[in-house]
C-alpha cells in the first residue's frame, strides 16, 4: 500500500500539536493562591463616627489550613522614661531598627524571650502614604508566646512593636495588639465573618437579647486571628466590621496627629497559607480624629 | 508595596532548629512593681533574693505596662505589687486578674488591696473589698499596725501570735460608720488588724490554681527620716518572715508557671510539628492533585490520538486503499 506523504506529514503534525496543547495545559499554573479582592479601610478613623472596613479574599487552590490575622497597632507618644534615648532625633536617613531600638517596653521584652529562646517575628516593610514613602520594621511576639502559653494569654496583652520613618524623617513608635480593632467590646458595632454562604454576626454583649440569632462580641475569634481547615479551591472569606470609636477606649494619644505627622494607626493583615505566611503583611494606614 | 520578609513563621522553628534535643528551662521569675519609685521594690527583691527557700529570679518594673506584659510571659511565676496611687495601678486589673485567674501567684500590698483605686483587683483579687481606710495616728502613738493571727497556716506557724509593724495607714471594708464589716467569701484570713479587727493578712486560691496574698496594711513611704520609712520595714525580722513565707506559698502553690513551662519542650515540638504537619499534607494534596491532573491529560492526549488515528484510517486512508 502506498501512503500520500502529505497524508504521513499531516498526520504527524496533528499528533505534534495536539501534544504541545496537552503540554501547554499540563505546564498551566495557578499565579497567586490567593486573591485579595477587598480592603477597604477609613482614611481617618474618627471619634463618635462609623466607619466600616472590609476584607475579602477568594482562595485560588485547596489549602490543609488558612489563618488570616488582623492587628492594630497606634503611634506611641513615649514618655521620657520609656525611651532608652529621650534625647535621640532621627531623621530620613535612619534606619527603622534605630527607632524601634528606643523603646524601653521592647528592650525588655526581648530580653525576657531571649532567656527564653523565643524570638519574635520579624517584618521590615516599605510602603508609600501621601506621596511618601515609608519604612516600617515591626516585632510580633505573639505567634510565638501563643504556642507556649496559649492564644487567650499571649494575645490579651500588647505583643507588637513597630517603628516607622517617613520619607521626611519622621519617625513614628508603633505598639499594637493582635484583634480587629482596639477594645471591640466598646468600639465595634458590629462584624461579620463569612467563609462562603457561612456568614456568623457578632454584635456587642450588651445588644444580645435570648433567642437573637447574632452572637456575642466577646465569642467572637480571639485576637482577630481566623483559623479555618481544608480549604477548597474559590472558597471565599469576608469579614466586615464597623466601628464607632470613644477615645476613652482608644488608645493614648488617640487623635493628636499634626500635618508633619499623619500616621495615627496601622492595620496589619497576615495570611498563613499552610502554616506559612503568604507575602507580604497588608498594610492599611490611617489618621485618627477626636470629636470637636 | 515592597517587603522583605525576614520572618519564620515563626521563632518556633527557628528555636527548635536551633535547640533540637535539648531541654528548653525556663527559669521562675517573680515580678515586683512598687510603682515609679523603684527602690522599695529592689529592697523586696533583695528580701526574696536574701531567702534560700526562694531560688526564682526577680526582676524590678518601673511601669504597669511592663507589669501587664509580664502576665503572658512563661516565665511569670509570682507578680508583687505595691501602689501608693490609683495611677499607678492604670490598666493592671484585667491583665492581673485574668493572670491570677488563669493559675498566678500576686501578692498585692497598700493600694492595690482597696477598691476604689485598684477596683476588681479589690475584690476578686485581693478580697479585702476595702472601701475605707484608716491613717489617724493619735499624738504620741507609734504609727503601727498590730498583726493578730487569726489562724496558724503554712505562712504564719512560724510567727508570733501578735506583733507590731510600722505603718501610716490599712485599707479595710467598713459600714458608713467606720466600723469592719465583715465580707463572707473563699478567703482565708491570716492575721487581722489589732484595732478594728479586719483582715490584715488574707489569702485566697482560683479554682485554676491561682493563689493570691493581700496586705491591704503594708503602707510605707520612701523618705527614711519618717518612722514609717519603708526601709525600716524591710529590716523588720517578722515582716521578712512573713512576707518570703507568703511568696513562698503563692509563687511554689500556684500553677501557671508549672503547667506553662513543665511541657515547653513538649508544647514547641507540638506547635512545630502542626505545622510541618500541615506543610507535608498541603505537599501531599497538590502532589495527588498534580497526579490526578496528569492521569487525566494523558488519558485525553491518548484518546485524542485514537481519534486522529481513526479518521486517518476511516476517512482519509479509507478512499486511497478502496481505490
Redesign the interface.
Known amino acids: 500500500m502506498k501512503v500520500d506523504k502529505r497524508i504521513l506529514g499531516l498526520a504527524a503534525v496533528s499528533v505534534i500539536l495536539s501534544t504541545l496543547i496537552m503540554l501547554t495545559i499540563a505546564r498551566e499554573r495557578i499565579e497567586r493562591p490567593v486573591e485579595i479582592l477587598k480592603n477597604d479601610y477609613p482614611s481617618i478613623v474618627e471619634e463618635g463616627r462609623k466607619s466600616t472596613f472590609s476584607f475579602a479574599m477568594v482562595a485560588r487552590q485547596k489549602f490543609e489550613n488558612l489563618q488570616i490575622r488582623f492587628s492594630m497597632m497606634n503611634t506611641l507618644n513615649l514618655k521620657y522614661a520609656q525611651m532608652v534615648d529621650p534625647k535621640i532625633s532621627f531623621n530620613a536617613t535612619n534606619q527603622p531598627k534605630e527607632v524601634i531600638e528606643n523603646i524601653v517596653k521592647l528592650g525588655w521584652l526581648l530580653n525576657e524571650t531571649t532567656l527564653m529562646e523565643l524570638e519574635p517575628e520579624k517584618f521590615n516593610q516599605t510602603f508609600q502614604y501621601q506621596n511618601t514613602e515609608c519604612r516600617m520594621l515591626v516585632y510580633d511576639f505573639g505567634n510565638v508566646l501563643e504556642s507556649v502559653t496559649g492564644r487567650d494569654v499571649a494575645l490579651a496583652a500588647p505583643m507588637i512593636y513597630g517603628a516607622v520613618i517617613d520619607g521626611n524623617g519622621a519617625a513614628y513608635y508603633l505598639g499594637g495588639e493582635s484583634d480587629f480593632f482596639f477594645t471591640p467590646q466598646e468600639n465595634m458595632l458590629s462584624l461579620s465573618i463569612s467563609h462562603n454562604a457561612d456568614e456568623q454576626n457578632y454584635l456587642p454583649d450588651d445588644q444580645i437579647w435570648e433567642g437573637s440569632k447574632r452572637l456575642r462580641l466577646s465569642e467572637a475569634p480571639v485576637g482577630g486571628v481566623l483559623d479555618y481547615g481544608p480549604v477548597g479551591k474559590d472558597d471565599t472569606f469576608t469579614i466586615i466590621f464597623t466601628v464607632e470609636p470613644d477615645s476613652r477606649y482608644m488608645p493614648d494619644g488617640f487623635g493628636i496627629t499634626g500635618s508633619d505627622r499623619p500616621i495615627s494607626f496601622v492595620q496589619m493583615i497576615r495570611i498563613y497559607l499552610d502554616g506559612e505566611l503568604y507575602g507580604e503583611p497588608i498594610i492599611n494606614v490611617m489618621q485618627g480624629k477626636k470629636r470637636g | 508595596?515592597?517587603?522583605?520578609?525576614?520572618?519564620?513563621?515563626?521563632?518556633?522553628i527557628?528555636?527548635l532548629v536551633?535547640?533540637p534535643g535539648c531541654c528548653?528551662e525556663?527559669?521562675p521569675?517573680i515580678v515586683i512593681y512598687t510603682g515609679?519609685d523603684t527602690v522599695f521594690a529592689k529592697m523586696l527583691a533583695n528580701l526574696t533574693r536574701q531567702d534560700s527557700r526562694i531560688e526564682s529570679d526577680t526582676?524590678v518594673?518601673?511601669?504597669p505596662?511592663?507589669l501587664?506584659?509580664?502576665?503572658?510571659?512563661?516565665?511569670t511565676e509570682c507578680i508583687i505589687i505595691y501602689a501608693s496611687n490609683k495611677n499607678e495601678l492604670e490598666g493592671l486589673s484585667s491583665?492581673l486578674t485574668?493572670f491570677y485567674q488563669?493559675g498566678g501567684a500576686v501578692i498585692g500590698l497598700r493600694e492595690a488591696c482597696y477598691q476604689p483605686s485598684a477596683g476588681d483587683l479589690a475584690t476578686l483579687v485581693f478580697p479585702t473589698y476595702a472601701n475605707a481606710s484608716r491613717q489617724q495616728y493619735a499624738s504620741g502613738q507609734k504609727r503601727v499596725r498590730n498583726y493578730t493571727k487569726a489562724q496558724s497556716t503554712q505562712i504564719n506557724s512560724d510567727l508570733p501570735d501578735e506583733f507590731p509593724l510600722v505603718s501610716a495607714g490599712f485599707y479595710f471594708c467598713a459600714y458608713a460608720d467606720g466600723t469592719y464589716a465583715e465580707v463572707p467569701g473563699n478567703y482565708t484570713v491570716l492575721f487581722t488588724d489589732g484595732e478594728t479587727g479586719a483582715p490584715i493578712v488574707l489569702t485566697q486560691e482560683s479554682p485554676k490554681g491561682g493563689r493570691s496574698v493581700a496586705f491591704p496594711g503594708v503602707w510605707v513611704i520612701s523618705s527614711p527620716r519618717v518612722d514609717v520609712y519603708y526601709g525600716r520595714l524591710v529590716e523588720d525580722a517578722n515582716f521578712t518572715r512573713l512576707f518570703s513565707n507568703a511568696l513562698l506559698w503563692a509563687a511554689k502553690g500556684s500553677t501557671h508557671y508549672s503547667q506553662?513551662t513543665q511541657d515547653?519542650d513538649t508544647?514547641?515540638e507540638?506547635?512545630r510539628s502542626?505545622?510541618q504537619k500541615?506543610?507535608e499534607?498541603?505537599e501531599e494534596?497538590?502532589r495527588r492533585?498534580n497526579t490526578r491532573?496528569?492521569i487525566f491529560?494523558l488519558v485525553?492526549?491518548a484518546a485524542?490520538?485514537i481519534a486522529?488515528?481513526v479518521i486517518?484510517k476511516k476517512i482519509?486512508?479509507a478512499p486511497?486503499?478502496t481505490s
Open positions: 508595596m515592597r517587603t522583605d520578609l525576614e520572618i519564620g513563621m515563626a521563632g518556633v527557628l528555636l536551633a535547640f528548653l525556663v527559669k521569675t515609679a526582676r518594673v518601673n511601669s505596662d511592663l501587664a506584659l509580664a502576665t503572658s510571659l512563661p516565665s491583665a485574668r488563669g506553662v515547653l508544647k514547641l507540638i506547635a502542626k505545622q500541615l506543610i499534607q498541603a494534596a497538590r492533585e491532573r496528569i491529560l485525553v492526549w485524542g490520538l486522529c488515528a486517518v482519509v486512508l486511497f486503499e
